[in-house]
């Protein structure tokens, strides 16, 4: 295969990547067809309402945190499959039973609630776990997928029959956790997967940022969600889609060219085009506006969940800690859109409400502004600067992750070809390294002679003693 700079990516390639991994499709489905937009009527979880669902899940998920170097990895555990079928399961079910004995209603609520909480916390801590065991290219483009298969498939279910829809609420997390299953016992080699570890190195100054965006963002969406309902929302929207995609073009096609971590400045300035510079200039009136900020907000949550895969794997930190923390942080967007009743004019603040709102708003964002783009090329240092001082007891995956990101630095290599270098200092064949990069092999080995002749050495074992140099 002739080798001109860039990956060649075929259908072939997609078509050979494991389909079970795109069971975080099914839940992302579910998740926005029974709660964030309710495609069929579901009188227990209406009456409850969103915000217990969320506090339920939020709880849990913190607990799941808590006990992370005790159940830690989650996906070895086989009950923990039934579980999540069991209890969600039961919080539909539990809709469906109200539907034809509304006097059930109130006895069910604190059941459902709880059972949808727990395991929504428990399917998506899972997903997370499995998903931090893959390479980062990997984690992105399955992640992009999973997005676009989550919209593609709420659009087709929100057509059907509710009696059909019913039953693909019951079918959907029960499938997800098989998939699951199949993805952490067939798709996720024994050196890869997470085991019970007590450290808990957490990248506080990162959450602080995503409490702030968060805030913001739901401030924002609350704006938006009245008059385009179609673009606001974290699982089947518009703008998700148009996300997703943008997300999978980028790892499918710029990936070779650009690091991912070159994505991670465009939330803060779509958000900002979005709250700011849009509504001033009138560029496209208030729908660009809008766009904006809903691909913004959109945005930052891939990044955030790709930040976090990375940080568990390379620092062998749980999964579970790290995404327990961050959905618990759900909770913040409902200040958010709290604060929105209270700025829109007839709340505290009068007919000043909305003007302060903003400034309150652009503050915000002026903020997250200033920690992320003080930090130098975040690719390099994800886990570091982020963390503060790097502890002494770094692991050896971590030693070898910056030893390879200097050198890479020193030598001019590519994203691609620093990619290539880490995985060939791991120990990985050129067919290894092509499977985890989703590239042929004859590239893989393009990739390789450019990495000698950059570095001035020809063997695996010059390169190792190389790195050995770098400290």
């Not at 399961?89 to 809709?95: E, P, R």
Request: charged residues 15%; glycine residues 10%.
């Amino acid at each position: 295969m002739a080798h001109d700079g860039t990956d060649k990516h075929s259908l072939t390639d997609l078509l050979d990547m494991p389909l079970a991994f795109l069971g975080f499709a099914l839940w992302r489905a579910w998740v926005s067809l029974a709660y964030a937009n309710p495609a069929a009527p579901m009188p227990v979880s209406g009456t409850a309402g969103q915000f217990a669902y969320d506090v339920v899940l939020a709880g849990s998920a913190i607990v799941i945190a808590l006990l992370s170097s005790r159940i830690a990895p989650l996906a070895g555990r086989r009950w923990v499959y039934g579980v999540i079928a069991l209890l969600l399961g039961f919080s539909v079910a539990a809709n469906v039973a109200a539907l034809g004995l509304p006097a059930t209603t109130d006895a069910l609520i604190v059941p459902a609630t709880l059972a949808g909480g727990i395991g929504s916390a428990l399917l998506i801590l899972l997903w997370c776990e499995i998903y931090s065991c893959l390479s980062p290219t990997r984690v992105a483009l399955y992640y992009a997928l999973a997005i676009i298969g989550g919209v593609a498939l709420t659009f087709v279910l929100q057509g059907i029959r509710d009696e059909y829809l019913y039953g693909a609420l019951l079918a959907l997390p029960m499938l997800s956790a098989a998939l699951a299953h199949r993805s952490y016992r067939l798709y996720v080699p024994a050196e890869d997967r997470p085991v019970a570890a007590n450290r808990r190195l957490i990248p506080w100054k990162f959450f602080l940022i995503l409490a702030l965006f968060e805030l913001v963002a739901s401030y924002s969406s609350a704006h938006i969600r009245s008059a385009y309902p179609l673009l606001v929302g974290s699982h089947s929207t518009v703008t998700t889609l148009v996300g997703g995609l943008v997300l999978f073009a980028w790892v499918w096609w710029f990936s070779n060219r650009l690091p991912l971590s070159a994505l991670y400045r465009a939330p803060v300035i779509l958000l900002c085009c979005g709250l700011l510079i849009v509504p001033l200039f009138g560029l496209g009136g208030n729908l660009a506006g809008s766009f904006c900020t809903a691909l913004g907000v959109m945005l930052f949550n891939a990044i955030v969940f790709l930040f976090l895969c990375d940080i568990s794997k390379r620092f062998g930190v749980s999964a579970l800690l790290l995404f327990g923390i961050e959905e618990s942080l759900l909770l913040v967007g409902w200040v958010g859109r709290e604060g929105a009743l209270l700025f829109d004019g007839s709340g505290l603040f009068g007919g000043t409400g909305p003007a302060i709102g903003a400034i309150v708003a652009i503050a915000a964002i002026v903020t997250v502004a200033a920690l992320v783009l003080n930090e130098r090329e975040i690719g390099e240092r994800w886990g570091i600067a982020f963390m503060g001082k790097r502890p002494p007891e770094e692991n050896e995956r971590t030693r070898l992750a910056r030893r390879c990101a200097a050198v890479a630095e020193e030598r001019r290599l590519t994203p691609r070809e620093r990619e290539v270098m880490e995985l060939l200092a791991q120990g990985k064949s050129l067919s290894g390294v092509a499977h985890e990069l989703i590239i042929a092999e004859g590239t893989a080995k393009a990739h390789t002679r450019h990495i000698y002749e950059k570095l001035g050495i020809n063997t695996r074992q010059e390169l190792l003693d190389l790195l050995m140099t770098e400290q």
